[in-house]
């Protein structure tokens, strides 16, 4: 499926690649993939019994536990530079 996309998208002007992208961004589209995707996911992990997903949710709060530290540790990065250079 991505491939076709890809090899449809490839041999578009670039002008008229708005026209083509816009309509799969629309709520409808967006909203119709993404139960798509987890009715994938419950079909490939949760019916099987899988221990995969407690790693996907443990994996995922790492993730988001860094995201949300990442402009605090900037912060202290770049005082940490800035006090280096008075100093």
Do not use: W
């Amino acid at each position: 499926m991505a491939r076709n996309f890809f090899n449809e998208i490839r041999s578009l002007k670039l002008k008229d690649l708005p026209d083509r992208i816009l309509p799969l961004l629309s709520p409808k589209n967006l909203k119709a993939a993404v139960g798509r995707g987890l009715d994938n996911y419950h079909a490939k992990y949760i019916e099987t019994s899988s221990v995969d997903p407690l790693f996907h949710v443990c994996f995922g709060g790492m993730a988001l536990s860094y995201l949300v530290a990442l402009p605090e540790e900037r912060r202290h990065l770049e005082h940490q530079q800035h006090e280096k250079e008075h100093h």
